[in-house]
């Protein structure tokens, strides 16, 4: 027998019915598109917010200073300056996994130059930090460790800093005041883009830290830092950096059995594997959802099929009485059932992928389409065939060729 004939038959016997099998597919249409979307949506979620993430350093691990115990009531972390600069030294000359330490202090201020002016994030740090965030000088120079001693009054700033007070100019060279203090631009940075948590990070100028403290935010408690960024040696000496900084600061601060600690250590990248874990189970959550439409074109599928065995028993005993075989029957009508979920997982697809870039044409929301959700779309429209075509396929192969004959 000839091993398309049964796909031929069944081609013929969708043709003469069109509109009930474009009914029958649409079921499937929908639910393949729908899986395709919302997995492309979830899985552009776990992608944005693995680039944010990483948009913020490597290898990187935060201190925060200690909260206050006021009457019983507990402020929050960094209510409390409890990390100092000899801390931050001591971390990195004492520590052999910790690559590069930086401390900052952050504020807003507003920040002049002409006759424009812009209110923006300051943040006062050392050398390291912008080499901790990875993030490129596009002009000028960067800090250095003279400028922090010194306290120079120098400042980087941010792409967005830039543009509102200098335009298409390079501000290098040039001269901001900030709270009526005059700052030479040192270096312009390269965009960064927003953060994990929408903000822009471009929005900020950099100073020295010293500089920061007694000039524009000001440190009610000289010598001491604010939240601490650390850079490990590497990925794999993270959890020893971590250990190493805690074994150093509870010794420094003399953290003892029954004393609790006055500052955290926190490792960024369980914060990632959190954030990305929490979005793959969200993406999961969305394709179950949408599977279940596909359950519903399936059972629609096998209604139709039924519908269409009564409807076609005379021929199907004209077909036994001339010498098909039960197998004959079985394959013809179980190949309409997988060439409709077949046809339709294929317009599901390409409805699927048009969705998802309309969806993120239209509400800016990150779409990633990947083959790995193509490939289980077809095996699941294939398999959804299969099941729900073959109890209808078993019942025709089954009937009576006399019965069949005589059935009016």
């Known amino acids: 027998m000839d091993i398309l004939l049964p796909i031929k038959i069944a081609a013929r016997a969708l043709r003469v019915n069109l509109m009930r099998s474009f009914l029958t597919m649409l079921g499937i249409m929908i639910g393949i598109g729908a899986v395709i979307i919302m997995v492309a949506v979830g899985t552009g979620a776990t992608k944005q917010i ?21 009457s019983g009531a507990h402020s929050g972390m960094g209510s409390a300056p409890t990390l100092t600069f000899d801390d931050v030294k001591a971390i ?26 812009w209110s923006t994030g300051i943040i006062g740090t050392t050398p390291d930090f912008l080499l901790i965030r990875d993030w490129k000088i596009a002009s000028g120079r960067e800090m250095t460790e003279n400028d922090v001693d010194m306290a120079q009054k120098v400042c980087i700033l941010g792409a967005t800093v830039a543009e509102n007070l200098f335009g298409d100019e390079d501000p290098v060279g040039k001269q901001v005041r900030i709270k009526g203090v005059p700052f030479q ?13 929408g903000t822009d990070q471009d929005d900020t100028a950099f100073l020295p830290v010293t500089t920061a403290q007694r000039k ?7 010598g001491t830092v604010g939240p601490t960024l650390v850079q490990a040696v590497s990925e794999a000496k993270l959890t020893q950096a971590q250990e190493e900084i805690l074994a150093l600061l509870d010794q420094r601060h003399h953290v003892g059995a029954n004393k609790e600690r006055d500052y955290t250590v926190r490792n960024l990248s369980e914060i990632l594997a959190v954030a990305q874990q929490s979005a793959k ?35 199907i005993g004209i077909r036994m009485a001339i010498g098909a075989k039960e197998r004959d029957i079985l394959l013809q009508f179980l190949a309409e059932a997988v060439l409709l979920t077949m046809l339709g997982g294929f317009i599901g697809i390409v409805l699927g992928v048009a969705g998802a870039y309309t969806i993120s044409g239209i509400f800016g929301w990150p779409t990633l389409i990947s083959s790995q959700a193509i490939g289980l779309a077809v095996a699941f429209s294939s398999a959804i065939g299969i099941f729900f075509g073959f109890y209808p396929a078993r019942k025709a192969a089954g009937l009576n060729p006399i019965d069949a004959l005589r059935y009016e």
């Open 50 to 70: 693995s680039d944010q993430i990483a948009t913020m350093g490597s290898n990187l691990i935060i201190i925060l200073p200690g909260s206050t115990t006021s």
């Open 92 to 117: 990195r000359s004492e520590c052999p996994a910790v690559l590069r330490v930086a401390p900052e202090q952050r504020g807003t201020a507003q920040m002049v130059a002409a006759n424009m002016n």
């Open 185 to 197: 631009v040192i270096g312009l940075l390269e965009a960064k883009g927003r953060s994990a948590q």
């Open 216 to 222: 524009i935010i000001g440190n009610a408690f000289p």
């Open 281 to 315: 189970t969200m993406s999961m959550l969305l394709g179950a959802v949408a599977s279940i439409s596909l359950i519903v074109g399936g059972i629609g599928i096998m209604n139709i099929m039924l519908v269409s065995v009564t409807e076609r028993t005379r021929e």
